[in-house]
């Protein structure tokens, strides 16, 4: 889009700018009427260059004056001031707080809840005043430009100028054209590129040629390095509704060797290929037809290829509906159950979500709390189609109260538009659950909050656990590029599920990783053939991953526990694994039997914001030699050279993404219940699910380290 008045219409998220301290020096010298810009103005959006249809310039100067900027800024620091010292008395007296600390450990259990709870308030009293100020300058300030603009439009200042023709990216030359055939000849054929193509290369589509040519030409070259290029993430068979009239124009082809797959539109494709050149992306990977179907060679050395061929792209675009159609934001589709679509979606460096859009540019955010669920709208085609960054329409879909708003030109904060994110399910518990699991996944591994990758492994492993494919082996092959692995898809067989799962797990130890698939979840039935991770869903290609349980079939995402969406696992020790799928590792343990005793524990609330109900519950169960369990079994902790077949070992410290925080992260443990059930062999105790400690009120003096093999 051209740099016209519009931008003055964004969405308070989407607006960016910086104060200037001083005004330009050569300000005077400027014509009366035009102050001058600062350098500082020049560069962010207080400042407006017009261009005129002769190629001459006009500089309409500051938007805003110096005295208005101050009177603006003053505003907010005494917004910011007022709302921080509100919340701060919701808190209580912190300096009391602070000075009776030194005597709060003699009362440690008891204290604990109180003080936790207060202190953090402090905390989530200082994020909320930062929160606030952001959202309320960006927001005064795109309301000021908006409504300076308006001014500087009536009095002629503004000049709006025509878009230049954008240059289309250059495509580097290829090694052959493997196709080429006109749009018009598409419909209802069978497409089979074997006849041009060599196995072991890697072939695109030109995307200017779709576009601006309507020629579908596949191009081939024997590396991606230096090759900018996209791909599409897309589920084998997705929906199948009505099609909107502009998305039939040109009809579906099939690819020889993979008819079984939905047809692929020619008009999505065009929509996609549209989405890449308005980011300077020339060339397009669609596996489909991209990969010789019909041939054993090539399908092998793509699949040891595909974590790289999504980790090198320059944009991944999402169809979550299929490639038979666009959906819109409020369809249930199952893109988010695949197994490959999670490699799709975390191993790009990004990825945007292509959906029907009718609504043009845009944006959306929950208007209380916009830090972490805003995200933009960008139109493809006007009227029909638009694209959004994935991690944010994912962090929007597990937030509450979120709003869609278009540009508009009558209003700085555009125009609301009524819609619900439903497109990664149906099932809203369940749903948000696949969702939760995803962002944590996408977050990059950062050296202070994420130094090992412990956080991102344990989220993939728990969203690998709720997926599904047609062939249980790929359930491995889609995830192991994630963790560094490459195995040979010829020396397993398609319902191989176990044996790829303990060649990966080798492999990634072998590699000095960590066990991160013990903390998938607690709650999911015990694998009695990898007794470290939990048992195997069933898959298959159009449904979601299930469990049988007590002759009910249940989907994976339903067992998880709330607290296994919020909660993970860092810190798990370093263990090693046998070919037979036995793990040996050490870790902090005690040996424990049960009472017989039960602890009724309060039910947590079902809404999404209940993250504190649910660790409250948890923190003071504890009152050593007894330690409660999530269930509220009751165990007592016996003397460590007492012989027992029962042992609560520590996975490690626990996590989590939630703002709603009432415990240093840092101070939860995570512990779970072991079995010895032959000499030397441990396994998880059955109906079971895991025990929390809190260092502020639980300490672990007795607790040995010791081996077990699992």
């Known amino acids: 889009m051209g740099e016209t008045s519009s931008k003055i219409q964004a969405h308070p998220d989407e607006t960016s700018t910086q104060l200037p301290s001083q005004p330009s020096e050569d300000a005077e010298s400027k014509p009366p009427g035009l102050p001058g810009c600062s350098p500082d103005d020049a560069s962010g959006a207080l400042c407006e260059v017009e261009g005129r249809s002769g190629g001459d310039k006009v500089v309409t100067g500051p938007l805003l004056s110096e005295e208005m900027k101050q009177k603006l800024f003053q505003d907010v620091l ?3 001031s007022k709302s921080f010292h509100e919340r701060l008395k919701r808190v209580g007296n912190m300096e009391s707080i602070l000075d009776s600390r030194d005597n709060a450990y003699e009362q440690e259990r008891d204290s604990a809840p109180e003080f936790a709870q207060r202190m953090d308030g402090g905390i989530i009293a200082i994020e909320e005043m930062l929160k606030d100020s952001t959202s309320l300058f960006q927001d005064v300030i795109a309301k000021e430009l908006f409504e300076a603009g308006k001014r500087a439009e009536e009095a002629g200042l503004r000049v709006e100028t025509e878009e230049l023709p954008k240059p289309l990216p250059i495509v580097p030359t290829p090694m052959a054209v493997v196709l080429t055939k006109p749009l018009s000849s598409l419909d209802n054929t069978i497409i089979d590129i074997s006849g041009e193509a060599l196995p072991c290369r890697f072939r695109l589509i030109d995307c200017a040629k779709l576009v601006h040519e309507e020629t579908l030409q596949v ?15 897309y589920i084998w068979r997705g929906a199948i509704g009505p099609t909107a009239a502009s998305f039939v124009k040109y009809g579906t082809f099939a690819v020889k060797g993979a008819e079984d797959g939905d047809p692929v539109s020619v008009d999505v494709l065009l929509h996609v290929c549209k989405a890449a050149l308005l980011k300077n992306i020339p060339l397009l990977w669609l596996d489909r037809l991209c990969i010789i179907q019909t041939s054993r060679d090539d399908k092998v050395w793509q699949i040891q290829q595909m974590y790289r061929i999504y980790a090198e792209c320059a944009e991944c675009f999402i169809l979550p509906g299929g490639t038979r159609r666009l959906v819109r934001l409020e369809e249930p589709t199952m893109w988010i159950h695949r197994g490959w679509t999670l490699q799709e979606a975390v191993a790009p460096r990004s990825a945007s979500v292509v959906i029907h859009w009718e609504h043009g540019d845009g944006s959306f955010g929950n208007p209380e709390q916009r830090i972490g669920t805003s995200g933009s709208i960008e139109e493809i085609v006007p009227g029909q ?22 540009v508009a030109p009558d209003t700085y904060r555009g125009r609301q538009v009524d819609v619900s994110i439903r497109i990664f399910g149906n099932d809203e518990e369940a749903g948000w659950r696949h969702a939760f699991a995803l962002s944590a996944a996408l977050k990059p591994v950062d050296d202070e909050v994420d130094p090992k990758g412990d956080k991102k492994r344990t989220a993939i492993w728990r969203s690998a656990q ?17 963790f560094g692995v490459t195995l040979d898809p010829c020396a397993f067989k398609a319902h191989d599920r176990l044996g790829a799962t303990i060649a990966l797990a080798r492999d990634i130890l072998s590699q000095g990783g960590s066990p991160n698939w013990f903390a998938i979840s607690l709650a999911l039935p015990h694998n009695n053939s990898l007794l470290s991770f939990p048992m195997f869903p069933e898959t298959n290609e159009a449904g979601a991953a299930i469990y049988e349980v007590d002759n009910t079939r249940v989907e994976a995402a339903e067992l998880m526990r709330d607290v296994d969406g919020w909660l993970g696992v860092e810190g798990i020790p370093g263990a090693t694994m046998d070919e037979f799928g036995f793990l040996t590792v050490t870790m902090k343990s005690v040996p424990v039997r049960f009472t017989g005793r039960f602890q009724i524990l309060p039910t947590p609330s079902k809404s999404r914001q209940s993250y504190d109900t649910q ?8 009152q050593p030699p007894f330690i409660t369990d999530q269930d509220g079994r009751v165990w007592e902790i016996l003397n460590s050279d007492h012989q027992t077949k029962l042992y609560v070992v520590l ?3 626990m996590y989590t993404q939630s703002r709603k925080r009432y415990f240093d992260p840092k101070t939860l443990s995570r512990g779970v219940l072991v079995l010895q059930y032959q000499k030397g062999k441990f396994r998880r105790f059955y109906g079971n699910s895991g025990f929390i400690f809190n260092s502020m009120s639980y300490k672990f003096g007795d607790w040995r380290e010791r081996v077990f093999t699992i």
């Open 78 to 80: 005494r917004t910011m």
């Open 219 to 233: 191009i081939e070259y024997p590396d991606t390095q230096g090759i900018p290029y996209a791909v599409i993430s």
């Open 385 to 406: 189609s638009a694209y959004i960054r994935l991690s944010s329409l994912v962090n929007a879909s597990v937030a509450e109260d979120v709003e869609f708003r278009a």
């Open 466 to 482: 709720m997926r599904t494919s047609s062939r249980p082996v790929d359930m491995v092959f889609s995830i192991m590029g994630l």
């Open 615 to 622: 660790l409250l519950r948890y923190h003071d169960l504890h």
């Open 651 to 653: 996975l490690g410290r």
